[in-house]
């Protein structure tokens, strides 16, 4: 439960320590008093949305904290514990929100904390959905729609059906995916077609022309060989005589080799005068037999190079072959035979579509089984659940001065099955005997929606047992009530507030006369010319709550007659609990 929450510089609200305890609170006050500002404080700490104009006129920002204590193993604990929240050695959480004002440093920037731990604002939103629920006057305007219709009866039909009603929405949600990639792959059909056709040409082109991995290189190579094979010829013979002579040439000339030999001996002659020399000798003789070998080399290579047109032009032929592939699929032949590898498997893909597109209408096939099937497991479970709720809210109603009322919960097949079944939900109300029975959304009355949501989320509290957030928050639930079906109500929180903890903000003395817990917003001005309105909240008992009664009920607190009226309602209502 909620065992506190302080406040600090939230609308009218200066400082403000709300102390909640079990049972059932109200939170009474006069209009403009920060009522509001109290349900502000909370639905901020529920992770609700901060806006920088709730924080108080020259404050640099709001603050709210709350505690709330909760038994081993709640499922807040353990998901405060996944967001790195410490819990108190008594079992209790702190929750903080706080929102700068619009124009301060951080501009109105909000941030959240958990057991101390800075968190997303979702975090907080996540322990809310387990800790509280909340009805306001925006509640009873969705208890108008069948879609919200729909999830109470879904709620009231308990976790078994919970369990169908999941399994059904996961196959639904798994069949649009099938039907979407189905589609996608019948309207690319021609895409496709068109794709693998060229990619067929492609790969026929270069299994023809069948490069091999640096071929384009080799042949490069070769080309260059062929086209200048005379000139090659020339410098290789040249270079020859030049290393080794020609002595055929007669022309006389010293070659390399010869010039080389000379120096040899004539360091080696006086190599054993001095190592040094003799070491050089060695060198020099080394470089002898280089040159030698060089020599011999250009011999080989002048009389292997000769100049063949035939084998240039077949060279030429196929450099162009590969060009070819080369401009098309990648700038050299490495490139052009990945580009193969790839587009072999891409087509292996394409060619693949159609028996995906079988395989998906085998899939869509059994899908559609097994939603046909789990929606009459559905249907089933919401028709046996809503003569159930029918029979409970109606009950309900009964004690709250609705005499001779009934609800009616009716489930009949949908147009079409959606992602919540095949059933369309209308809950109809019976104001009294021998009327109509009419929508909710069209028939009821302010009044009369606010005791057939009372009446609703009593019935989903007692099927649902623990499985609920323990906390229930009403705003204003006692909208357009008044008179005896007011104390009804105010008997049926009451009631409600055994077995959970209840908070009330009402303007009804009838309600508030059962509360267990009466905290009062006061508000009071102070200042000269300037102004300030604060506001506080405090707790009532005995004499000042009277008071607060009589107040409410005449709008002055000294009234005899009113403080006379107020206590006999505390008396009525302790007699009635």
């Known amino acids: 439960m909620i065992e506190e929450i302080r406040i600090s510089d939230l609308g009218v609200i200066g400082a403000a320590d709300v102390r909640l305890g079990r049972g059932l609170t109200v939170l009474t006050g006069e209009t403009g008093a920060g009522k509001t500002m109290v349900l502000t404080a909370l639905a901020l700490l529920l992770g609700g949305k901060a806006d920088p104009a709730t924080v108080r006129t020259g404050a640099s920002g709001a603050a709210v ?53 800075s968190v997303p604002q979702a975090v907080l939103a996540e322990l809310a959905e387990t800790l509280v629920t909340v009805h306001g006057q925006a509640d009873q305007a969705r208890l108008r729609s069948p879609a919200h219709q729909r999830a109470a009866l879904d709620e009231f039909a308990g976790p078994d059906h919970a369990r169908t009603l999941r399994a ?58 062929l086209a200048h094979a005379e000139e090659l010829r020339v410098a290789a013979v040249t270079a020859h005589d030049a290393l080794a002579g020609d002595p055929d040439s007669g022309s006389g000339l010293v070659s390399a080799a010869d010039l080389v030999e000379q120096a040899r001996r004539a360091l080696e002659h006086v190599g054993t005068h001095d190592p040094a020399l003799a070491e050089l000798a060695t060198r ?30 077949v060279v030429n032929q196929r450099r162009a072959e590969l060009a070819t592939l080369t401009r098309a699929y990648g700038k050299d032949v ?38 046909t099937e789990l929606a009459g497991a559905v249907s089933a479970a919401r028709s046996a659940a809503a003569e159930r709720l029918a029979k409970t809210v109606s009950a309900e109603l009964a004690g709250l001065a609705m005499a001779g009322a009934r609800v009616e919960v009716v489930v009949q097949p949908a147009a079409e099955p959606g992602p919540h079944g095949a059933d369309d939900v209308e809950m109809l109300l019976v104001p009294h005997a021998g009327a109509p029975a009419r929508p909710l959304g069209k028939g009821a009355s302010g009044g009369e929606l606010s005791r057939v949501m009372l009446a609703l989320e009593v019935a989903l509290a ?85 008071r607060e009664l009589a107040r409410m009920l005449s709008g002055q607190d000294d009234s005899d007659s009113a403080r006379a009226h107020a206590a006999e309602l505390l008396e009525l209502s302790g007699m009635g609990r």
């Open 284 to 313: 020099v003789g080394e470089a002898g037999y280089v040159l030698a070998d060089a020599a011999a080399e250009l011999v080989s290579y002048a009389s292997d190079l000769q100049a063949d047109p035939r084998r240039l032009e």
């Open 168 to 225: 059904y929405r996961d196959a639904w949600a798994e069949r649009a995916r099938v039907r979407t990639e189905r589609a996608e792959l019948v309207e690319r059909a021609q895409d496709r077609s068109r794709e693998a056709e060229l990619l067929r040409l492609g790969l026929a082109e270069v299994e023809r022309v069948d490069p091999q991995p640096g071929e384009d290189v080799e042949l490069g190579a070769e080309e260059g060989r």
């Open 65 to 117: 904290e709350g505690r709330v204590v909760l038994a081993a193993g709640h499922p807040a604990l353990e998901r405060a514990a996944e967001a790195g929240g410490a819990v108190d050695d008594d079992g209790s959480l702190l929750l903080v929100r706080t929102v700068g004002a619009a124009g301060e440093a951080g501009s109105g920037r909000s941030r959240a904390f958990v057991g101390g731990r």
């Open 462 to 546: 007692e099927r649902a047992g623990a499985d609920r957030p323990a906390t229930f928050v009403f705003d204003e639930v006692d909208a357009g009530v008044g008179g005896k079906a007011a104390v009804e109500v105010g008997r049926r929180l009451a009631a409600l507030a055994r077995d959970a903890q209840v908070l009330v903000v009402t303007h009804l003395a009838q309600v508030a006369a059962f509360a267990d817990h009466h905290l009062v917003v006061s508000k009071s001005t102070r200042g000269g010319v300037d102004v300030v309105t604060a506001s506080d909240v405090r707790s009532v008992t005995d004499d000042e709550r009277v």
């Open 334 to 371: 490495a490139e052009v035979l990945e580009w193969s590898r790839t587009a072999s498997l891409r087509l292996i893909e394409l060619e693949g579509g159609d028996q995906r597109i079988e395989e998906l209408d085998v899939r869509l096939a059994e899908l559609d089984a097994r939603l």
